[in-house]
């Protein structure tokens, strides 16, 4: 018998994307996801499943409200919080001005901590529920992040920064001493509740071929583990690599030598990639990030979509937080389009939504667990308001169909749109609890079933 604290049945307007980047979604106008022991047992119309309930299962009812899968950010930087909307520089100048005496703080691991809370609740606020992330080189930072992940019960992907060049002091490692710190994070942290270790040197520039070669090593070792890096993403950082790597004939063979370009390796920005680049990634099933705010912030470039998936690579959609401005999925989702569309390429709302949930989900290899609302995954939520503000509420008034709706969501929603989140089943974050003067609901639209105070605590 199923413990019936551990049932939840949540109501809403159910709606995953189930099939392809460009096939249409499943809604559920009036539907029922039903989560035993945090993972979908049941999901449907609420008049096929209300009917056979348990009368002893709890019922959260969301009314109007989306129910979806929770969003997925397949790249972030968790010492980077404090580092958004750092004024005027490219990339390179980025990194020493800003961001590497940033990640220097992050050997005290009191820093690392409240940084790793601050990301984990802005996060679920914002809806994400899973994220690949950055912490720095000091192992430290890995702990707290993963800590913070697993008292929250939280599917992450995290890893230690691998660097020894080319960055301050403080912040470097060495080929052994990279391969050793990961290796132990991974004895200690991988398969920990619901978090996976991404093996992660930062980018060519700041390791030595040595690194790369021990990291290859690892990454052997460690076949099913994720890889997380940068690549092509500006056009300084490209010269740099060319003379650093001098008989690599571009910046993905680099990463090939040392085996680095496999599944589950994730490829940061991959903007000015040669087509022998993009053939070469489609072929090892890699995944290239998009990371669109970040793109634009950095003045870096635009991605181009249509090239990537033609090539046959998996692309995900990601904040990178703090090169990205905002940790909101649908915020980023808008600038991507805007991005593409100065490419002469349309980005539509199902792709968009199925990039943020689905589509996220099998770039980062997770797809059999998280993504999609389906009888087995486990149930991460997220509950969104399409009339969350009066400028919403207002532009609703004119939409005639779900992916006008979308559109205009993502077009103009942030944290505000999100209701609810929910992790395993668990309310993880509750809008009201963040809210001095909720705005009123449209008329006629009833208001929530529950109240802050039911809001669940992590245990
Ligand atoms: N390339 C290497 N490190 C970084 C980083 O922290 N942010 C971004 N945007 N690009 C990088
Ligand atoms: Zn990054």
Redesign the pocket.
């Known amino acids: 018998m199923t413990d019936a604290s551990r049932r939840i049945a949540i109501k809403g307007r159910v709606l995953s994307f189930d099939g392809g980047p460009t096939d249409r979604p499943t809604l559920h106008e009036e539907g029922i996801v039903l989560v035993e022991n945090g993972v979908v047992a049941a999901v449907g119309a609420a008049s096929e499943i209300a009917p056979h309930l348990d009368p002893e299962v709890r019922v959260v009812d969301h009314h109007r409200h989306l129910v979806m899968p929770g969003f997925i950010d397949p790249h972030l930087?968790m010492p980077?919080t404090q580092v958004i909307g750092s004024f005027g520089t490219e990339?390179m100048e980025w990194?020493s001005k800003y961001?590497f005496p940033e990640e220097s703080r992050y050997g005290d691991y009191d820093v690392s901590r409240a940084a790793s809370t601050f990301l984990v609740d802005e996060l679920l606020r914002n809806g994400t529920t899973t994220a690949g992330v950055?912490c720095t080189s000091h192992p430290g930072s890995v702990e707290a992040f993963f800590s913070e992940a697993e008292r929250r019960q939280l599917r992450m992907v995290a890893g230690k920064v691998m660097m020894d060049r080319n960055a301050p002091p403080r912040l470097l490692d060495t080929p052994e001493r990279g391969y050793e710190e990961s290796k132990a994070l991974i004895q200690r942290w991988h398969g920990v509740g619901r978090l996976e270790y991404a093996i992660t040197p930062?980018?060519a520039p700041t390791s030595t071929d040595a690194q790369l070669t021990a990291t290859g090593l690892l990454a052997a070792e460690h076949p099913d583990l994720h890889i997380q890096t940068?690549l092509s993403?500006n056009h300084g950082e490209i010269a740099f690599v060319a003379e650093l790597f001098p008989w690599a004939s571009d910046y993905t063979a680099v990463y090939e030598r040392f085996g680095l370009v496999r599944r589950k390796a994730m490829f940061?920005?991959a903007i000015h990639l040669g087509e022998r680049e993009m053939a070469a990634l489609g072929q090892a099933e890699a995944s290239a990030i998009f990371?669109p705010t970040?793109n634009l912030f950095?003045g870096s470039g635009l991605f181009d979509l249509a090239g990537a998936r033609a090539a046959g690579i998996k692309v995900g959609l990601a904040t990178?937080i703090g090169?990205g401005t905002s940790y909101s999925m649908l915020r980023t989702a808008a600038e991507a389009y805007k991005v593409l569309a100065l490419r002469g390429q349309k980005l539509t709302a199902f792709e968009a939504f199925h990039m943020m949930t689905a589509g996220n989900a099998e770039a980062m290899g997770l797809s059999d667990r998280i993504g999609r609302i389906r009888p087995g995954m486990e149930a991460d939520l997220v509950v969104l308001d399409t009339h969350a503000t009066a400028a919403l509420s207002w532009r609703m008034e004119r939409v005639q169909s779900l992916d006008e709706e979308l559109f205009a969501l993502m077009t103009m929603g942030d944290d505000r749109s999100v209701v609810a989140t929910y992790a395993l089943g668990r309310r993880v974050h509750d809008r009201r609890a963040f809210q001095e003067t909720p705005p009123l609901p449209p008329s006629g639209a009833p208001g929530l079933s529950f109240s802050a105070e039911e809001m669940e605590q992590p245990q």
């Open positions: 930087h980077q990339l990194l961001t950055y930062r980018f940068h993403e940061g920005h990371c970040s950095l990178d090169g």
